[in-house]
C-alpha cells in the first residue's frame, strides 16, 4: 500500500508539472480584439449595419457608413472604386449631401500585453480639398475630413477634443483626393490594460466624399517569457518535483 501511494503522489505531482508547463505554454500568443475587422458579417451589401460595430449618422444629414461590394461605391452617390482588398466587403461612406457619419466600437487591452493597430483606408474626396475643422458637425462649413480615433470610452461620440486619447490617421489639407487602400498603423501598447473606444469617421460639405475602411485590426500579444523567467519556472518545477518525492518518500516509510 504504501508503495501505491508513492506512485498516485509521483503521478499527482506530474500532473501538476503538465498543468503548469500547458498554461505557461498557452499563455503566450497573439489575440485579435477587434471584432468583425474585415465588415463581413453586415446586414447586406449597401446597408449600414455591421456585427460589433455601431453606426451612427448626424440627424438631418444625407447618406451613411455601407457595406460595400464589387467595385461600385453604395448609393446614393455610385462611382467606380476598387474592390475590397480583403474579402467580399469594406465599409465605406457614400451620401447624396452634406453629412457626418460614425462607425465604432469598444475594446479591452489585455493587461501587459503589446498590441498594434492597423487598417486599409480607401479616399475619394469629390469635393475639390479637404478641410479639417476641430469638430465633425456637418453644419459647421467647410468641413470635408476622414479620421480613425482611439477614444475615452466616457466621452461623446463626436468629441474631436479630450475624448481623443490617439488619433490613428486623418486627411489632411494638401492630401491626395483620391489615394488606392493604403495600410496604416499604430503602436497602441500604452493602452493596456484599458477599455478604449475605436471611432472611424467621416464628413462631408463640399461635395461626393467615399471614405472607405476595411481590414481593422488591434493585435494584442502577450509577453514571451524570457530565458531567465523560463529558467525560474523551471527551477520552481524542479522544487516541486523534490516535495512531491519527500512526501512519497514519507509515506512510504509510515
Known amino acids: 500500500m504504501g508503495r501505491t501511494k508513492t506512485n498516485l503522489s509521483t503521478g499527482a505531482g506530474q500532473g501538476v508539472l503538465v498543468a503548469l508547463l500547458w498554461a505557461a505554454a498557452t499563455a503566450v500568443g497573439a489575440t485579435e480584439l477587434v471584432a468583425n ?8 451589401a449597401n446597408t449600414n449595419t455591421f456585427t460589433g460595430w455601431t453606426e451612427t449618422d448626424q440627424a438631418a444629414g444625407s447618406g451613411s457608413i455601407f457595406a460595400q461590394t464589387g467595385t461600385s461605391s453604395p448609393p446614393p452617390n455610385v462611382v467606380t472604386v476598387p474592390a475590397p482588398p480583403q474579402g467580399t466587403f469594406s465599409a465605406m461612406s457614400s451620401q447624396g449631401g452634406p453629412g457626418s457619419h460614425i462607425l465604432y466600437q469598444n475594446i479591452t487591452l489585455p493587461t501587459g500585453a503589446s498590441a498594434r ?5 480607401y479616399v475619394n474626396n469629390q469635393g475639390g480639398s479637404f ?5 465633425l458637425d456637418y453644419t459647421v462649413t467647410p468641413n470635408q475630413q476622414a479620421r480613425i480615433d482611439i477614444m475615452s470610452t466616457g466621452s461623446a461620440v463626436t468629441d474631436v477634443g479630450a475624448g481623443v486619447l490617439l488619433n490613428l490617421y486623418q486627411t489632411k489639407v494638401a492630401d491626395p483626393l483620391v489615394s488606392g487602400y493604403t495600410a496604416i498603423s499604430a503602436d497602441l501598447t500604452p493602452f493596456a490594460g484599458q477599455t478604449v473606444r475605436l ?3 467621416e464628413a462631408d460639405t463640399q461635395g461626393f466624399f467615399n471614405f472607405g475602411i476595411d481590414q481593422v485590426s488591434v493585435d494584442a500579444n502577450t509577453p514571451v517569457p524570457t530565458l531567465s523567467e523560463w529558467a525560474l519556472m523551471a527551477t520552481g518545477l524542479v522544487v516541486l518535483m523534490v516535495g512531491f518525492g519527500a512526501l512519497g518518500r514519507r509515506r512510504v516509510g509510515a
Open 37 to 44: 475587422g474585415g465588415f463581413e458579417l453586415n446586414g447586406g
Open 117 to 121: 493597430f492597423s487598417a486599409t483606408v
Open 131 to 135: 478641410s479639417t475643422p476641430s469638430t
Open 199 to 201: 471611432r472611424i469617421a
